[in-house]
Nanobody
Framework: VQLHQSGGGPVSAGGALRLSCAAS????????MGWFRQAAPGQEREGVA????????AYADAVKGRFSLSQDNMKNTLYLEMDNLKPEDTGVYYC????????????????????WGQGTQVTVSS
Protein backbone atom coordinates (compact mmCIF):
# COMPACT_ATOMS: atom_id res chain seq x y z
CA VAL A 1 0.00 0.00 0.00
CA GLN A 2 1.18 3.52 -0.74
CA LEU A 3 0.58 6.23 1.81
CA HIS A 4 0.30 9.96 1.17
CA GLN A 5 0.11 12.42 4.02
CA SER A 6 -1.43 15.85 4.20
CA GLY A 7 -2.12 18.40 6.89
CA GLY A 8 0.17 19.71 9.56
CA GLY A 9 1.91 23.07 9.62
CA PRO A 10 2.54 25.77 12.20
CA VAL A 11 0.14 26.34 15.09
CA SER A 12 0.17 28.13 18.42
CA ALA A 13 0.11 26.20 21.68
CA GLY A 14 -3.43 25.19 22.53
CA GLY A 15 -4.39 25.02 18.89
CA ALA A 16 -5.51 22.09 16.78
CA LEU A 17 -4.48 20.35 13.59
CA ARG A 18 -5.61 17.35 11.60
CA LEU A 19 -3.30 15.02 9.73
CA SER A 20 -4.49 12.74 6.95
CA CYS A 21 -2.92 9.62 5.53
CA ALA A 22 -4.52 8.47 2.30
CA ALA A 23 -3.83 4.97 1.08
CA SER A 24 -3.80 3.64 -2.42
CA UNK A 25 -3.38 0.17 -3.72
CA UNK A 26 -5.02 -1.76 -0.92
CA UNK A 27 -7.87 -1.37 1.55
CA UNK A 28 -6.72 -0.22 4.98
CA UNK A 29 -9.34 -2.32 6.73
CA UNK A 30 -6.94 -5.25 7.10
CA UNK A 31 -3.92 -3.21 8.17
CA UNK A 32 -2.42 -2.19 11.45
CA MET A 33 -2.12 1.57 11.03
CA GLY A 34 -0.33 4.10 13.14
CA TRP A 35 1.20 7.52 13.57
CA PHE A 36 4.74 8.23 14.69
CA ARG A 37 6.66 11.43 15.23
CA GLN A 38 10.28 12.42 15.19
CA ALA A 39 11.16 15.49 17.20
CA ALA A 40 14.42 16.21 15.40
CA PRO A 41 16.62 14.55 12.78
CA GLY A 42 18.56 11.70 14.29
CA GLN A 43 16.14 11.19 17.14
CA GLU A 44 14.16 8.02 17.42
CA ARG A 45 10.64 7.95 16.05
CA GLU A 46 8.08 7.92 18.84
CA GLY A 47 4.81 6.04 18.54
CA VAL A 48 1.78 8.31 18.86
CA ALA A 49 -1.24 6.13 18.17
CA UNK A 50 -2.12 2.86 16.49
CA UNK A 51 -5.25 1.18 15.14
CA UNK A 52 -5.43 -2.58 14.80
CA UNK A 53 -7.33 -4.33 11.99
CA UNK A 54 -10.06 -5.17 14.51
CA UNK A 55 -10.47 -1.49 15.35
CA UNK A 56 -8.64 -1.39 18.67
CA UNK A 57 -6.94 1.97 19.13
CA ALA A 58 -4.07 2.76 21.47
CA TYR A 59 -2.42 6.08 22.32
CA ALA A 60 0.88 7.06 23.78
CA ASP A 61 0.53 8.47 27.29
CA ALA A 62 1.86 11.83 26.11
CA VAL A 63 -1.11 12.38 23.79
CA LYS A 64 -3.99 10.64 25.57
CA GLY A 65 -7.00 12.88 25.87
CA ARG A 66 -5.64 15.32 23.29
CA PHE A 67 -5.18 13.29 20.10
CA SER A 68 -7.78 11.16 18.35
CA LEU A 69 -7.10 8.58 15.66
CA SER A 70 -9.80 7.60 13.23
CA GLN A 71 -10.05 5.73 9.98
CA ASP A 72 -12.50 6.13 7.13
CA ASN A 73 -12.49 2.86 5.22
CA MET A 74 -14.70 4.29 2.48
CA LYS A 75 -12.10 6.96 1.80
CA ASN A 76 -9.24 4.60 2.67
CA THR A 77 -7.79 7.33 4.85
CA LEU A 78 -6.36 7.48 8.36
CA TYR A 79 -6.70 10.66 10.39
CA LEU A 80 -5.05 12.11 13.46
CA GLU A 81 -6.96 14.90 15.15
CA MET A 82 -4.64 16.82 17.46
CA ASP A 83 -6.11 19.19 20.03
CA ASN A 84 -4.59 21.31 22.78
CA LEU A 85 -1.23 21.09 21.06
CA LYS A 86 1.91 21.70 23.07
CA PRO A 87 5.39 22.78 21.96
CA GLU A 88 6.65 19.29 22.78
CA ASP A 89 4.33 17.92 20.07
CA THR A 90 6.57 19.56 17.48
CA GLY A 91 8.12 17.19 15.01
CA VAL A 92 7.74 15.37 11.73
CA TYR A 93 4.76 13.05 11.82
CA TYR A 94 4.65 9.82 9.82
CA CYS A 95 1.88 7.33 9.17
CA UNK A 96 2.71 3.66 8.76
CA UNK A 97 0.97 0.46 7.76
CA UNK A 98 1.52 -3.25 8.27
CA UNK A 99 -0.84 -5.76 6.73
CA UNK A 100 -2.64 -8.17 9.03
CA UNK A 101 -0.73 -7.15 12.17
CA UNK A 102 -3.13 -7.69 15.05
CA UNK A 103 -0.47 -7.16 17.74
CA UNK A 104 -0.72 -3.58 16.69
CA UNK A 105 1.34 -1.58 19.11
CA UNK A 106 3.89 1.02 18.16
CA UNK A 107 7.06 -1.02 18.63
CA UNK A 108 5.72 -3.83 16.48
CA UNK A 109 4.45 -1.49 13.81
CA UNK A 110 7.71 0.45 13.74
CA UNK A 111 9.62 -2.78 13.10
CA UNK A 112 7.18 -4.44 10.72
CA UNK A 113 5.64 -1.60 8.71
CA UNK A 114 6.40 -1.93 5.05
CA UNK A 115 4.67 1.30 4.11
CA TRP A 116 5.40 4.77 5.45
CA GLY A 117 4.05 8.15 4.56
CA GLN A 118 6.39 10.89 3.42
CA GLY A 119 6.18 12.78 6.69
CA THR A 120 4.62 16.10 7.53
CA GLN A 121 5.94 18.85 9.78
CA VAL A 122 4.00 20.00 12.81
CA THR A 123 5.40 23.04 14.61
CA VAL A 124 3.79 24.23 17.83
CA SER A 125 4.92 27.60 19.09
CA SER A 126 4.55 28.72 22.67
Amino acid sequence: VQLHQSGGGPVSAGGALRLSCAASGHSLSTYCMGWFRQAAPGQEREGVATRAPDGDIAYADAVKGRFSLSQDNMKNTLYLEMDNLKPEDTGVYYCAAAHGLYDCWSSNLANLARSWGQGTQVTVSS
